[in-house]
């Protein structure tokens, strides 16, 4: 369970929740109302107050590598550091990458091209295929499905299932509201940009809260 | 064996060459007479006065004043690495990194030239410590300066590529390697180049100086061959502090990426 206690994050309201295993929440709203810093403020990526547990056990307990081991950002424009995919992947992973490949839809073979000639979705799938490798109990997806066509978007929805049903925990940031529909068990929605509506208020004190909608499991 | 002694007139005499300059800026509108103006006068200024209070101090026995000096030259070379950043931590840590780095590195390789090396009488003679510092910090701060503005400019571009790899978990050490890598070769790419080129393209200042002022040039070049390898060691040490110690700036204790504590520098 991912438990999120008083998580504060300028110019967004106070979040609280908790999402059980097998759960997958989304989080919706407008541009710059801060949906990617709450994925970075999960993962321990940027500051942030408040507490945040992982069965139990809160970030601070353990170094931020490890917390990151088990809570896995993928963002929306993921960077690479290595000149082919296959140098990125950690130690003894390589197996779980070809296979997740295949299941994303993505030839095998693209591991070992030079990585600045792979397509921005190609890359995207690469991405998700390495950050699932090492299977993190978390996972905070940014935009998944982003530079996807409607084939390759129904491979990652169901790797998504996939992992709900092997009792991950996933929170999904999507601008699709059908996907949403699809895939989210809870729906978190964050209010209007509060930071652009009142310029000269940096801190505002009354944010609107986010509502948490539970949605029927289909 | 005593080298010509230069009047003012002759100076003078030399000034003229600087009107190459104010020339060249005048017909190309380059807008540069009011700084080569102000340059010209610094130098002169700045030269004259070193000269006077070297001359003052190497005639106090007391190495107080040389320890006076010594400081002063180590905070402004902290101040001229701070200078030539283009992105900074606040002032106040990019100085004090830049100082540190030097005030450590400069005591360290002086102090091992003066006192196992040359060990001159007394060994805090301020003719050998005041001129090996000089040297070594002048070296040093170039490349701590490059080191630093390299960390800060490569992970400023790099970052998408730093946080993915900090978001697999990365430790903090393992995720800047690459950057760290290259900005030290940044660092020290410029006393190895000058290594090489040394004695074939150019004589290097202190040997010219002590040849002009009379010295054997087998004994010159061997201060040199020690000197080259003084500033090497030392800037070698400087970049390898400069560099750790920015890495660690640029991240934190829970191994994040904080390019927020980055402010960038415009220039003019």
């Known amino acids: ?218 | 064996m005593n080298a010509v002694d230069l009047t003012l007139t002759d100076l003078a005499l030399a000034s003229t060459l600087i009107l190459i300059n104010g020339a060249i800026s005048l017909a190309f509108g380059l807008r540069l007479e009011r700084t080569l103006l102000i340059n010209t006068i610094r130098m002169v200024v700045q030269l004259a006065l070193i000269g006077l209070i070297l001359k003052w101090i190497f005639t106090q026995a007391s190495p107080v004043w040389t320890i006076g000096l010594a400081c002063v030259m180590i905070s402004v070379a902290g101040f001229e690495v701070a200078m030539r950043q283009e992105r900074r931590f606040s002032m106040l840590l990019t100085y004090g990194l830049g100082f540190g780095t030097l005030l450590f590195v400069g005591l360290l390789t002086t102090s091992f030239t003066l006192g196992a090396i040359i060990v001159p009488d007394p060994v805090y003679d301020p003719r050998y410590v005041l001129t090996i510092l000089g040297m070594i910090l002048g070296n040093t701060m170039t490349g701590v300066a490059l080191v630093m503005n390299a960390m800060t400019q490569t992970a400023s571009r790099e970052r998408r590529a730093l946080e993915a790899r900090l978001a697999m978990g990365q430790p903090r050490f393992e995720a800047m390697r690459d950057v760290l890598g290259q900005s030290l070769r940044t660092g020290l790419l410029p006393i190895l180049n000058a290594m090489a080129a040394s004695g074939v393209v150019a004589l290097p200042g202190m040997m010219t100086g002590q040849i002009l002022a009379g010295a054997d040039p087998v004994s010159a070049t061997k201060y040199q061959i020690l000197i080259m390898f003084a500033i090497a060691g030392a800037t070698a040490l400087g970049v390898l502090i400069a560099g750790l110690g920015t890495l660690y700036l640029l991240t934190d204790e829970r191994h994040r990426l904080r390019l927020d504590r980055l402010t960038a520098i415009k220039s003019n």
């Open chain 1, 1 to 218: 369970m991912l438990r999120i206690d008083k998580l504060k994050i300028p110019n967004v309201p106070t979040l609280s929740f908790s999402i059980a295993d097998g759960t997958c929440w989304s989080i919706e709203g407008p541009s710059g109302s801060g949906k990617t810093r709450i994925l970075r403020a999960i993962a321990d990526l940027e500051p942030s107050s408040g507490q945040i547990f992982l069965n139990g056990i809160e970030r601070n307990e353990i170094p931020g590598f490890d917390w990151r081991r088990q809570v896995r950002y993928v963002s929306a424009e993921p960077g690479w550091w290595t000149p082919t995919a296959r140098q990125a992947i950690p130690k003894n992973c390589t197996e779980a990458v070809e296979r997740l490949c295949s299941r994303l839809g993505l030839d095998p073979e693209l591991l070992d091209r030079d990585i600045d000639v792979v397509s921005t979705g190609e890359r995207h799938r690469l991405a998700l295929a390495l950050a699932l490798s090492d299977d993190p109990p978390v996972l905070l997806l940014d935009e998944p499905t982003g530079n996807l066509d409607a084939g390759n978007t129904a491979l990652i929805e169901e790797q998504i299932r996939y992992l709900r049903i092997s009792d991950r925990i996933i929170v999904l940031v999507s601008h699709d509201k059908a996907q949403i529909e699809r895939l989210a068990d809870q729906r978190l929605q964050l209010a209007p940009d509060v930071k652009k509506a009142n310029a000269d208020a940096p801190e505002p004190t009354t944010l609107p809260a986010p509502t948490i909608e539970k949605v029927g499991r289909p």
